[in-house]
């Protein structure tokens, strides 16, 4: 995804990751990193400032190998036209055309993906 957010009131162009799931049966072979770098350089060709993409716990230190990092900041979406803060899980940052950031607020200016 590519979406118009904000960070810490500034316009940015954000890239997202969402529903990135691999079958168990198909796992350890290197397909959702080739994916998510893939989508990396789809971010850097089309202007995004950095990627973001939320995660449950448990797959943190994956996606850290994969040059992510997490953002310990605030993410806000929209939902029914209602700002709210996107706490389900976390989120994760990655650098693309500026540093990815650790903390503020991100503003997705719409639903989350």
């Not at 789809?42 to 997490?70: D, I, N, P, Q, T």
Request: charged fraction near 20%; include cysteine.
């Amino acid at each position: 995804y590519l979406r118009d957010a904000t960070l810490d009131g500034t316009s940015v162009l954000v890239g997202g990751v969402g529903k990135v799931k691999t079958h168990p049966a198909a796992r350890g072979r290197g397909f959702a990193a080739a994916a998510v770098r893939r989508a990396g350089e789809f971010f850097e060709a089309h202007g995004a400032a950095f990627g973001l993409l939320v995660c449950r716990a448990e797959l943190v230190a994956y996606y850290e190998r994969l040059g992510w990092r997490e953002f310990a900041g605030r993410l806000i979406v929209r939902q029914r036209g209602e700002a709210t803060d996107f706490t389900l899980n976390g989120a994760m940052a990655l650098a693309v055309r500026a540093d990815a950031p650790a903390a503020g607020t991100i503003d997705l200016c719409g639903p989350p993906w």
